[in-house]
T-cell receptor, first 115, second 116 residues
């Protein structure tokens, strides 16, 4: 069990550019979550996958944000036409279970800076 | 309204002091879970504990202990004999069942500084 991994750990981009982040969950975890964390705040839920199905995405911040989880394994989060307000830490978490209140395990995050 | 409130933004203690981090939550559900996570400067959220709403028994794990009181909607975390390595931001979280998944609500965190 190698834990949740995220890539890259840091990303600096210019306003208007597109960025994509990758998350590899703990193997065999069927549930995957994306969060955003701004300075001095707790993580804020963005979207959720159960296997390859994106079952909740209402909290994605705008239509510039999209996420995928092909084949129910790794996931990507893409931000198009980045804005300075997108600067934050993007966290991925995974869990396994029948849908109860199982523990979510978090990755190290991708820290995004939009110049 | 905030579902999870951590009123202490930052706490500083000297090593070996005991420290309690407060967490107050709000929910209408009868079944829910509460969590504490630690976030060191590296950024990764480290799971510490999970409690369900039906188990109010306090828990102790080494220097860590948790006090869950449904009557006051609180889930406080105490570190006994604090150490410098305990310095981090600590988050309390509430998990509620949505229609098809469990959604986490995090507090804004308490930054703990343990000085030698």
């Amino acid at each position: 069990d190698t834990g949740v991994s995220q890539d890259p750990r840091h990303k600096i981009t210019k306003r208007g550019q597109n960025v994509t982040f990758r998350c590899d969950p703990i193997s065999e975890h069927n549930r995957l979550y994306w969060y955003r964390q701004t300075l001095g705040q707790g993580p804020e839920f963005l979207t959720y996958f159960q296997n390859e199905a994106q079952l909740e995405k209402s909290r994605l911040l705008s239509d510039r944000f999209s996420a995928e989880r092909p084949k129910g394994s790794f996931s990507t989060l893409e931000i198009q036409r980045t804005e300075q307000g997108d600067s934050a830490m993007y966290l991925c978490a995974s869990s396994f279970g029948p849908g109860g209140q199982e523990t979510q395990y978090f990755g190290p995050g991708t820290r995004l800076l939009v110049l | 309204a905030q579902k999870v409130t951590q009123a202490q933004t930052e706490i500083s203690v000297v090593e070996k002091e005991d420290v309690t981090l407060d967490c107050v939550y709000e929910t209408r559900d009868t079944t829910y879970y509460l969590f504490w996570y630690k976030q060191p400067p590296s950024g990764e959220l480290v799971f510490l504990i999970r409690r369900n709403s039906f188990d109010e028994q306090n828990e102790i794990s080494g220097r860590y202990s948790w006090n869950f009181q449904k009557s006051t909607s609180s889930f406080n975390f105490t570190i006994t004999a604090s150490q410098v390595v305990d310095s981090a931001v600590y988050f309390c979280a509430l998990s509620e069942k949505q229609y098809n998944f469990n959604k986490f609500y995090f507090g804004s965190g308490t930054k703990l500084n343990v000085k030698p």
